[in-house]
């Protein structure tokens, strides 16, 4: 098996230009749209990396190919969850998930 080799980790201000431009879009963008759209340029690796780090702390969700934020700041998250649940090949958030949204809405 192959193995990949990182040649070095992310720079947290790196990491939260990231999370800003997903949250500041007005569109669910696309990899490739939000890679372009940084205002610094960023090696596609280390970008990877960033957008694979956020999935496994669930601050977004990549459904499609598109990028959802995910994490409770998001005002748009109850919309795309109620539009994904009404489709059979959309995005089902769970029950206990929002739950969990809204649970920690009002700490």
Partial sequence: MAT???????????????????????SYPTKKELWQSLPRKLQYQTFNRILDYLESSNKIL??????????????????????ASGSASGLAISESLLVLFVGQEHL
């Fill in 62 to 83: 990549l459904d499609k190919g598109e990028i959802v934020w995910t994490f409770p700041s998001n005002p748009r998250r109850e919309d795309y969850s109620r539009v």
């Fill in 4 to 26: 990949t080799t990182v040649l070095h980790e992310p720079r947290l201000d790196t990491i939260l230009m990231v999370e800003r431009e997903i949250q500041k879009a007005k």
